[in-house]
């Protein structure tokens, strides 16, 4: 595979569910991103890791937990989220923070 | 970064092309100007990006002013897959830089 994958395309969950969200990159990039997308709003950045320092939190809640164990692969857990949480989030990478992303096709989260 | 203003909307017809600006007047020296575009519901795509001089690539061209106040990103040969929302950014500089989208321009190309 090549580019950046994102997995599922599509999760469900209730408020009370823990589940993951996994992004891998195939590029030899050195930085990876999630952003939250709301309908009809702005992309938002969330976690910035650049040789995977976290080196942004965008004043996330702690429901939202970041883990990048190596440059390749970057995760987004998720615990006791609440149905404004519901969004398109999107994993980018870039060779480093600050260079230009590579998006991933994204994860349509729907909390119930 | 600096702060970037762009029309919330343009319209363009198929096969001119489609002139998008950005204004971006409190850029400094070193911030490159980067330019995105997401087609609905995708992950967004990047296109270019430039710091004093234009640019171009197999995508779009991207001129500059010469003061860095303002750029325009132009897509040659509009096509109605061009329809998306462009992202015009400066994520700044330093020991690391943060990406902010805005709301971008709408572009509509219209057979």
């Known amino acids: 595979e090549t580019g950046v994958t994102q997995t599922p395309r599509h999760l469900v969950m209730g408020m009370t569910n823990k589940k993951s969200l996994k992004c891998e990159q195939h590029?030899?990039?050195?930085?990876m991103y999630w952003y939250k997308q709301s309908a009809k709003k702005p992309l938002e950045l969330m976690f910035v890791?650049?040789?995977?320092?976290?080196?942004e939190n965008n004043s996330v809640p702690s429901r939202f937990s970041p883990e990048c164990p190596n440059s390749s692969h970057l995760f987004l857990h998720l615990h006791t989220l609440q149905p404004e949480d519901s969004a398109l989030y999107l994993c980018?990478?870039?060779?480093?923070?600050?260079?230009?992303?590579?998006f991933g096709p994204g994860t349509r989260l729907t909390v119930l | 970064d600096a702060k970037t203003t762009q029309p919330t909307s343009m319209d363009c017809a198929e096969g001119r092309a489609a002139n998008l600006p950005c204004n971006h007047s409190?850029?400094?020296?070193?911030?490159?100007v980067y330019w995105y575009r997401q087609i609905h519901s995708q992950g967004p795509q990047y296109i270019i990006h430039?710091?004093?001089n234009n640019e171009t690539n197999e995508m779009a061209s991207l001129i500059i002013t010469e003061d860095r106040k303002s750029s325009t990103l132009i897509l040659p040969h509009a096509t109605l897959r061009d329809t998306a929302v462009y992202y015009c950014?400066?994520?700044?500089?330093?020991?690391?830089?943060?990406?902010?989208f805005g709301t971008g321009t709408k572009l509509q190309v219209i057979p």
């Open positions: 890791y650049n040789f995977k320092e976290q080196t």
């Open positions: 950014i400066a994520p700044g500089s330093g020991g690391y830089q943060k990406v902010t």
């Open positions: 980018a990478s870039s060779p480093r923070a600050g260079d230009e992303q590579f």
């Open positions: 409190t850029i400094s020296g070193n911030e490159y």
């Open positions: 590029l030899g990039h050195n930085a």
């Open positions: 430039g710091l004093k």
